[in-house]
């Protein structure tokens, strides 16, 4: 994402652009300068929780238990169809199209991608499936949901457009990870925003 200029002095904008520059406002409004650095953080056009360290050593930390898989990622998607079976994992490696430069695709010569997903509502054209990575590449669920046949809700780039949402159904529940410092379990959840619960309700209503 292309990020905006700050003032001539040098501050933050007023309007941050990016979810960068919304985190390096949000440590100085606290009266800290320390620039921060991502260790998670989502696609365009998803919602959910993000993490950021401070500080050197919480970035080494983290991005440790990034690599070792000690970071929990769950993810509701609301997709096209019901997969059957309603449980299962796509271990299926993904690499760049090269046929459009914003599009990643299942390849023989991808890089190792896993997702796990649970069914958790069906109805007659849609379902809502949870999912958890164990890798983390660039549209991993949204390219692997629509290798199985059942794209994203709105995922116009990935086969799912649809009138209901006006970006793919994508939302970040949990994200579970070890406090850097006390080695504490931390859970963070998000709420699903607000026209993700329209999407459901009409899904749940029976209405197209």
């Known amino acids: 994402m292309k990020a905006s200029r700050s003032d001539a002095a040098g501050k933050a904008p007023a309007c941050p652009a990016t979810l960068d520059e919304a985190a390096a406002c949000r440590c100085l409004a606290a009266g800290d300068p320390l620039p921060a650095r991502h260790i998670h953080r989502i696609d365009d056009d998803t919602s959910g929780p993000v993490l950021y360290a ?4 919480a970035q080494q930390v983290l991005d440790a238990a ?34 459009h430069p914003s599009r990643r695709r299942v390849s023989p010569g991808g890089d190792r991608a896993v997702t796990f997903y649970t069914v958790l509502e069906a109805w007659r054209s849609a379902a809502l499936v949870q999912l958890a990575l164990e890798t983390g590449r660039t549209h991993q669920i949204r390219v692997h949901m629509s290798h199985i046949g059942h794209p994203l809700l709105g995922d116009g780039l990935y086969g799912g457009a649809s009138p209901l949402l006006g970006r793919q159904a994508l939302h970040g529940r949990r ?10 379990d931390m859970e963070i959840e998000a709420a699903l925003p607000a026209d993700m619960e329209r999407l459901l309700a009409r899904l749940r209503a029976g209405k197209p």
């Open 66 to 99: 990034m690599r070792e898989k000690a970071i929990g990622r769950q993810y509701w998607a609301a997709v096209h169809g019901a997969p059957n079976p309603p449980e299962g994992k796509i271990d299926q490696p993904i690499g760049k199209d090269r046929h």
């Open 175 to 184: 994200l579970r990870f070890r406090h850097p410092w006390t080695g504490s």
């Open 54 to 57: 401070k500080n050197d050593l």
